[in-house]
Nanobody, 118 residues
Framework: QVQLVESGGGLVQAGDSLRLSCAAS???????MAWFRQAPGNNREFIGS????????NYRDSVKDRFFIGIELADNTVYLQINKLMPEDTAVYYC????????????WGQGTQVTVSS
């Protein structure tokens, strides 16, 4: 397993942009990194993922126009760029990791709260 620490959440206004970061410790070269979110009263939902070694991306259809995932190799960090934030984006955002050969995300960060005011 790897250790994951998210940062970058906060209170923003609708229409703003925000970048969340997830710092990973350990060798993540064979991992797929993902972002999830959980709004109050809702199940945790998948946003998107990126495979560390080849950059292959996968997004949930409903967010692919505003959400972008990337990697900063120098910092061993995966980020989530969110543009044109909407109140319904309010949620706790989680970073997760799995071995690219596995279907199971077994490493999770503590989550970072994003609150979007209208």
């Amino acid at each position: 397993q790897v250790q994951l620490v998210e940062s970058g959440g906060g209170l923003v206004q609708a229409g703003d942009s925000l970048r969340l970061s997830c710092a990973a410790s350990g060798d993540v070269s064979r991992y797929t990194m993902a972002w999830f979110r959980q709004a109050p009263g809702n199940n945790r939902e998948f946003i998107g993922s990126i495979q560390w070694d080849n950059g292959w991306l996968n997004y949930r259809d409903s967010v692919k126009d505003r959400f972008f995932i990337g990697i900063e190799l120098a910092d061993n960090t995966v980020y989530l760029q969110i543009n044109k934030l909407m109140p319904e984006d309010t949620a706790v955002y989680y970073c997760a990791a799995r071995m690219s050969s596995s279907d199971h995300y077994d490493s999770w960060g503590q989550g970072t709260q994003v609150t979007v005011s209208s």
